[in-house]
């Protein structure tokens, strides 16, 4: 039996981040990210000047640190445009089709806007990693918000920086990051654009476009009391005392953990922020 408790207690990077946890709030992954900027391609179809970033673990909660939002930032005036007038130019015929076709080549390629975002060292906690995280551009409408633009990534494995003592890094490469990852991800517009017609080809679907690429960083952890606290949550532990606050559902060792990832969060502040490259 003595084998087998050493052979658990011996488990890899990516056995313990694979493990779901279902009370994520408390027993989750955590991870710390940084907006970068927002590289617009195509004007946003918006009568809001004033738009945020959502991310989320599991949409469409907004639960805390399955809910992470940016403050709101102004656009521009050129990186909007009206609805009527767009349409009404995508769909006007065009003679000169290789001329059209190069001149949209170019656009796609030219950035007309970068946004920046007031998103400093946001803290999610994944179930497992893993894992999707779904994030959605919105306008700030006189009633209530609109998604004008959606994004989405998998945060992986190897983007976890393993703080486990006694660690052998011999081995294996897992755990052994100590920056953030940078990752730019394709926005896509949340309003079908006409394709342009060309030669025969009349019966071309409406799509939605790519508007822009999101750059951000990002980073996880795993600490010695996050396996302890799932060996004793998957009944691996022993411990009677453990297993009585887990049946409540609050324990004494859930606020030391909150206070064990306040002071890890602000240990990954310069990593997230780019204090180190990828």
Not at 78 to 106: C, P, T
Not at 114 to 123: C, G, L, P, S, Y
Not at 236 to 255: C, P, V
């Amino acid at each position: 039996s003595g084998a087998v408790a050493a052979e658990e207690d011996e488990q890899s990077l990516a056995q313990v981040a694979g493990n779901y946890r279902y009370r994520v709030e408390s027993r989750g992954i955590p991870i710390i990210f940084s907006v970068s900027d927002l590289k617009l391609y195509k004007e946003i179809e918006s009568s809001s000047r004033h738009v945020f970033l959502e991310f989320f673990v599991r949409y469409p909660r907004q639960d805390p640190f399955l809910y992470a939002k940016s403050t709101s930032t102004t656009l521009p005036k050129k990186a909007l445009r009206e609805a009527d007038l767009f349409v009404h130019k995508n769909m006007e015929g065009n003679d000169d089709d290789e001329e059209n076709k190069q001149k949209d080549l170019n656009e796609e390629d030219r950035v007309i806007e970068e946004i920046q975002f007031d998103m400093r060292n946001a803290k999610l906690k994944l179930p497992a990693v893993p894992h999707t995280i779904l994030g959605r551009l919105m306008a700030k409408d006189d009633l209530f918000p609109t998604a004008v633009g959606t994004f989405n990534f998998v945060f992986r494995k190897k983007y976890i920086q393993d703080r486990r003592t006694d660690q052998d890094f011999d081995d294996t490469q897992d755990g052994r990051r100590r920056d953030a990852e940078e990752l730019q991800l394709d926005v896509i517009g949340t309003k079908k654009l006409p394709k342009k017609v060309r030669g025969k080809s009349h019966n071309q679907e409406a799509e939605f476009p790519k508007i822009g690429v999101l750059t951000l960083r990002c980073l996880g952890y795993i600490t010695d009391d996050m396996y302890d606290n799932h060996r004793t949550e998957t009944g691996l532990g022993t411990s009677l005392e453990s297993k009585s606050s887990m049946g409540s559902g609050i324990g004494a060792g859930e606020e030391e953990e909150e206070e064990s990832d306040e002071e890890d969060g602000s240990e990954d502040n310069n990593n997230v922020n780019g204090s180190g490259g990828s």
